[in-house]
């Protein structure tokens, strides 16, 4: 039986229209000498938080509306490491009321447009109330960012 | 179109035949004050391997045959953080030649059999020789574990 | 010129009247298969505001009296690393109107009284008001947990 | 009794020959929207090390010397956080046949040179065999980059 991995071939550099530096650090490495896995998913939550306030704006501790994540997942294509220069794609897949899902990606920088990313992912944020976690409208200047990257 | 996320019913903590321990940490919450996301790929990356070690002995600087992390996923399904003690579940979906597929969770600590589980994973790992990076037979100690876990 | 590391004796086990369980993480073992040197710290954080949330209660997302970290200090004297089951220990060295300096070590489980530890730092916490960050009082609940470890 | 901190005033911008740029994460801030304390010594960690990487050569996996550190300390003068930029500073206070002391700093990226910095610190690193963790001499690569930094 195929796995996903089987069924998918891996997306190119070109394919994510907001591209995002990334700076490795001496602790993403782990004992294997390679990013370790969960730091993809610790990069991606800094690339798409930081897209979005520079976009938009938005503050953390206290905008009513915060986004939570409800699902993500990667598969690791090709090895990638402390110290090289990173750079992240991302790219809006559906765009709901209260959630958005994005394709992820993750490359050594250099990479030309047909090069297959080394990480390839899935994430989707679901916007809440602060207080009582209930799903909420995605606010607006996050709206317009997302429109923007699909 | 549902998700993922639509089409399966939360797995409960009895699904799980391997459970073990886990302690959080001040720097697992972020801003919003619960468990950051990628800091579950983090736990379960921890529990896989002290498993695996304790039921088959593993050295991950010098072993020969290396598991690295094909695919990942998590679905958060309640929030968790620290200064909670947690429970980490994992089963043994598929056993390949050099893949092992894990289904993961982590609940707090002291929810009942019947109770649902705040995050549910899937993790492939797959053995590698060291210094080649290719596929290798999953060495006889971890199959027994894997086998066990099903 | 001895510098401080020379000019104290590591301390032992027996020395902190606190003591707390730690659970290792893969991801603490960098490239060198050791505890990084910046866990410890993240190591103290934890331990120490979770006891105070214990001893006294703490909510660090609404408490009008934050402690936040002014100087923080470690000398390594030994080697750990995960998957050790590790114990934090600590004790109140000086205690002011708005700070408080703790004496912090780490070292294996199962370590006798006599034994020296792993690993021996200092940190000095001072209490700000949340929005002002403007040095504050300690609350009473906090002081009775210092005064009772010094 | 006066601390450390109250002994010296805050060193400046200007006062640290080497600079190297830092990005910030997510994961940085803690629950207090601001950069963990732990964190300060994970980037300076990666920065130390990418910087003598790229002066002399290191591979982390494979050198027979290879660098541990032996003490590290930071005062935090000012509050810094994710998203921002930032900038590391670092200089060589002492060095010895196997061991070199650093002086550290972190700042707002832009600080004009007679700006007070962030966070102040000291690092021992000093070097030993991979294998039997005695120390050994500094590798020239090395040492000539901690003569150029003094």
Known sequence: MPTDADRHAPPLVRDFPVTWPV???W???DMFGHLNNAVYYAIWDSVINAWVAREAGADPMTD???PLVAESSC??????GY???LVAGLGVDRLGTASVTFRLC???AGSGPSVPVAAAGR???VYVDRATRR?????DGARMAYESAR
């Open 64 to 66: 009513a509306a915060i």
């Open 135 to 139: 799903p909420v409208a995605i606010p």
């Open 23 to 25: 700076q490795t650090r």
């Open 123 to 125: 994430w989707v944020h």
């Open 27 to 29: 602790t993403d490495n």
């Open 75 to 80: 598969r690791y294509l090709g090895e990638l």
């Open 83 to 85: 110290p090289q220069d």
């Open 106 to 108: 993750l490359y050594a």
